[in-house]
């Protein structure tokens, strides 16, 4: 129900984050092919702590994408009355 609620609401945010969303994963999994490993060694270039680095970036945005997406696919999106009745 909530994907179906989000594009209701509002169907291009819904597109916008699913996109975005889809390209943080194979941005991610770019990241992951091409990174080293992340033991001491040769710190130039494409090195493996970078790339840990830059999959922790990825994730937090994709996790702020997805909680923006769970926002969008609540059923009444406007506050609760005050005081309660």
Request: proline share 8%; hydrophobic share 55%; charged share 10%.
């Given at each position: 129900?909530?994907?179906?609620?989000?594009?209701?609401?509002?169907?291009?945010?819904?597109?916008?984050?699913?996109?975005?969303?889809?390209?943080?994963?194979?941005i991610?999994?770019?990241?992951?092919?091409?990174?080293?490993?992340?033991?001491?060694?040769?710190?130039?270039?494409?090195?493996?702590?970078?790339?840990?680095?830059?999959?922790?970036?990825?994730?937090?945005?994709?996790?702020?994408?997805l909680?923006v997406?769970?926002?969008?696919?609540?059923?009444?999106?406007?506050?609760?009355?005050?005081?309660?009745?």
């Amino acid at each position: 129900m909530g994907i179906r609620t989000a594009i209701d609401h509002n169907p291009i945010v819904t597109f916008g984050l699913l996109f975005a969303a889809v390209w943080t994963l194979l941005i991610g999994l770019n990241v992951v092919t091409q990174m080293k490993s992340p033991a001491i060694g040769d710190w130039v270039g494409q090195h493996g702590f970078g790339g840990v680095m830059g999959l922790l970036v990825l994730t937090a945005f994709l996790v702020l994408i997805l909680a923006v997406f769970g926002a969008l696919g609540e059923p009444d999106p406007t506050p609760e009355e005050w005081p309660p009745e």
